[in-house]
């Protein structure tokens, strides 16, 4: 399974940017494989996101922003939702991937289940 993040190259927002860089930064960190995916630079990319981002998930106004998460074609969740599982310690299970044994979130899934 490959995790793809739908980002901006040549976003003019700046927290946009970080947004993107905060989450392909930890994936990196983590050695979590992905793809980036650019809606900037690649029309396929940009239409297929926002026709993959589910209805429930929409902005009401305008289209899904970028960071959008996705695995395989799987939709995942936007950077608030990554953000939160982050400070969870849920990222592999938001992103639907097994944490590796040893992680925090390894060893509170345990907890959990015990």
């Known amino acids: 399974m490959v995790i793809r993040v739908y980002i901006a190259s040549s976003s003019g927002s700046t927290a946009i940017k970080k947004k993107q860089q905060d989450v392909l930064g930890f994936l990196e960190a983590n ?3 992905f793809e980036e ?3 900037a630079a690649n029309e396929e990319n940009r239409k297929w996101m926002r026709e993959n981002v589910p209805e429930n998930s929409r902005p009401a106004i305008g289209y899904p ?3 959008q998460i996705f695995n395989e074609s799987q939709y995942r969740g936007d950077y ?3 953000f939160e599982a982050r400070e969870n310690n849920a990222v592999y299970a938001f992103l639907g991937l097994t944490a590796p044994p040893g992680s925090k ?4 899934q345990a907890k959990q289940q015990a």
Do not use: R
Not at 105 to 108: K, N, Y
């Open 31 to 33: 050695k979590i494989e």
């Open 37 to 39: 995916k650019d809606i």
């Open 65 to 67: 922003l970028p960071p």
């Open 80 to 82: 608030d939702a990554f």
């Open 105 to 108: 979130e390894a060893e509170v």
